[in-house]
């Protein structure tokens, strides 16, 4: 009411009273990817470039694409240990069946996704239909699944992906052709206005608050100004490679799970049950398929993940998916905004935390910084991330808005 009635100073006024409130949202984020930009930009010219934030954008589809996948398990207010291990064993499971014993590419990376599903479709099973703890089902998930790679890859180092199969284009491939990148940006930039102005009518039409004209036209202005930023930053400066198919495969997952969490019957009883799984039992959720569902798709995803990583590395071997594949993953969707309480967050929680990962991982890497360096900033960004969800919490229950 107050922003209809005073418009843009009506809506900064609610950011404020939002912010007291504890309702920080993603803006922790955002300020945390500026004061990173800026950082790496003074100490390297070439953070900034065309090819660094080309590198920025394929690295992090991967691990968002994962991290998508937990952003989910930990709405539940759960955890999944296993990810990295799935991801490598649905990598090794491809190289197995395409390179090694000549399947159909397309089939064999079917194969390798629904390989992961049913891998997270177990763990769910034993957690919600056994009683098992998540925590444990999964470490145990760590453990057979990394056996099970082991054992897939045989004597095997490494697979290595043939340089025309469908895996080694998941990073490789790059739109060449400059309409696309400014398609896509168009896109995305009337998906989000209709969104909102759906969202507005739908609300409207409910007699609820809703965003004025105003407020969405603002909204639009600031998403049109960044997607086309992007697209110019992949099309045109010296060293631009043009749009890769990564961030495309990225942003269709990310826009199709925030769609399921947050526009369906399904993502709505997610956030129930990680909210207090007693109540959406009584509420007549089934809780069980809820949660065994989940963890198939975290599953699922995780391999998805991993043939990403295949690609990247450049085939599949023993170590894909161990190292800090878990932790980064798990970062990433804690960084974004996702409560480890459960029953809050946002599946865009994914896209933010892993830039921020990858963000970091480039700025270092351009320094020449080792391993141990970057495991410590990402140690203390993570941390940074929890304690601000745990004080913006106890904001909110201050201020009577839990």
Same mark, same amino acid.
């Given at each position: 009411?107050?922003?209809?009635?005073?418009? %843009?100073?009506?809506?900064?006024?609610?950011?404020?009273?939002?912010? @007291?409130?504890?309702?920080?949202?993603? $803006?922790?984020?955002?300020?945390?990817?500026?004061?990173?930009?800026?950082?790496?930009?003074?100490?390297?010219?070439?953070?900034?470039?065309?090819?660094?934030?080309?590198?920025? &954008?394929?690295?992090?589809?991967?691990? =968002?694409?994962?991290?998508?996948?937990?952003?989910?398990? $930990? %709405?539940?207010?759960? !955890?999944?240990?296993?990810?990295?291990?799935?991801?490598?064993?649905?990598? /090794?499971?491809?190289?197995?069946?395409?390179?090694?014993?000549?399947?159909?590419?397309?089939?064999?990376?079917?194969?390798? !996704?629904?390989?992961?599903?049913?891998?997270?479709?177990?763990?769910?099973?034993?957690?919600?239909?056994?009683?098992? +703890? &998540?925590?444990?089902?999964?470490?145990?998930?760590?453990?057979?699944?990394?056996?099970?790679?082991?054992?897939?890859?045989?004597?095997?180092?490494?697979?290595?992906?043939?340089?025309?199969?469908?895996?080694?284009? $998941?990073?490789?491939?790059?739109?060449?052709?400059?309409?696309?990148?400014?398609?896509? /940006?168009?896109?995305?930039?009337?998906?989000?206005?209709?969104?909102?102005?759906?969202?507005?009518?739908?609300?409207?039409?409910?007699?609820? +608050?809703?965003? +004025?004209?105003?407020?969405?036209?603002?909204?639009?202005? /600031?998403?049109?100004?960044?997607?086309?930023?992007?697209?110019?930053?992949?099309?045109? +400066?010296?060293?631009?490679?043009? %749009?890769?198919?990564?961030?495309?495969?990225?942003?269709?997952?990310?826009?199709?799970?925030?769609?399921?969490?947050?526009?369906?019957?399904?993502?709505?009883?997610?956030?129930?049950?990680?909210?207090?799984?007693?109540?959406? @039992?009584?509420?007549?959720?089934?809780?069980?398929?809820?949660?065994?569902?989940?963890?198939?798709?975290?599953?699922?995803?995780? &391999?998805?993940?991993? %043939?990403?990583?295949?690609?990247?590395?450049?085939?599949?071997?023993?170590?894909?998916?161990?190292?800090?594949?878990?932790?980064?993953?798990?970062?990433?969707?804690?960084?974004?905004?996702?409560?480890?309480?459960?029953?809050?967050?946002?599946?865009?929680?994914?896209?933010?935390?892993?830039?921020?990962?990858?963000?970091?991982?480039?700025? $270092?890497?351009?320094?020449?910084?080792?391993?141990?360096?970057?495991?410590? !900033?990402?140690?203390?960004?993570?941390?940074?991330?929890?304690?601000?969800?745990?004080?913006? @919490?106890?904001?909110?229950?201050?201020? =009577?808005?839990?």
């Amino acid at each position: 009411m107050l922003v209809r009635q005073e418009g %843009l100073k009506g809506f900064l006024h609610e950011f404020t009273r939002r912010v @007291r409130g504890g309702e920080l949202g993603s $803006l922790p984020v955002i300020v945390g990817l500026i004061v990173i930009a800026i950082t790496f930009q003074s100490l390297n010219d070439s953070f900034l470039s065309a090819s660094s934030l080309s590198d920025i &954008a394929v690295y992090t589809a991967g691990l =968002g694409i994962m991290a998508v996948g937990i952003v989910f398990v $930990l %709405l539940l207010g759960e !955890i999944d240990l296993s990810v990295g291990s799935v991801a490598g064993a649905s990598a /090794a499971l491809w190289a197995m069946l395409s390179v090694t014993h000549g399947m159909n590419d397309w089939l064999a990376v079917l194969m390798a !996704i629904t390989a992961g599903g049913v891998m997270g479709l177990i763990h769910g099973f034993f957690f919600a239909g056994v009683g098992v +703890p &998540a925590f444990v089902v999964t470490l145990a998930g760590f453990l057979g699944w990394s056996g099970v790679q082991l054992w897939l890859m045989s004597g095997e180092g490494t697979i290595n992906t043939p340089l025309d199969s469908v895996v080694a284009d $998941l990073t490789g491939y790059y739109f060449s052709d400059k309409a696309a990148a400014y398609a896509v /940006a168009t896109v995305a930039v009337l998906g989000y206005v209709g969104s909102l102005l759906l969202d507005a009518k739908r609300r409207r039409a409910a007699r609820l +608050p809703y965003r +004025p004209n105003s407020e969405i036209a603002l909204r639009a202005t /600031a998403v049109a100004v960044l997607a086309y930023a992007v697209a110019y930053v992949l099309n045109e +400066p010296a060293g631009a490679r043009g %749009l890769p198919l990564a961030l495309v495969i990225f942003l269709v997952i990310l826009v199709s799970a925030d769609f399921v969490a947050r526009r369906t019957t399904y993502g709505r009883q997610v956030f129930a049950v990680g909210g207090n799984a007693e109540a959406a @039992r009584r509420a007549g959720i089934n809780v069980e398929k809820i949660r065994i569902t989940v963890f198939g798709i975290a599953g699922m995803l995780a &391999a998805v993940g991993g %043939l990403f990583i295949a690609s990247q590395s450049g085939g599949a071997n023993k170590g894909l998916g161990g190292d800090n594949t878990l932790m980064n993953v798990i970062a990433a969707a804690v960084i974004g905004g996702t409560s480890l309480f459960g029953g809050r967050g946002k599946i865009w929680s994914a896209l933010l935390g892993a830039l921020v990962i990858t963000s970091i991982q480039q700025g $270092l890497n351009l320094q020449g910084m080792e391993s141990d360096v970057q495991f410590m !900033i990402t140690g203390a960004v993570l941390l940074a991330a929890v304690v601000i969800d745990s004080v913006s @919490r106890r904001t909110q229950k201050t201020a =009577g808005r839990t």
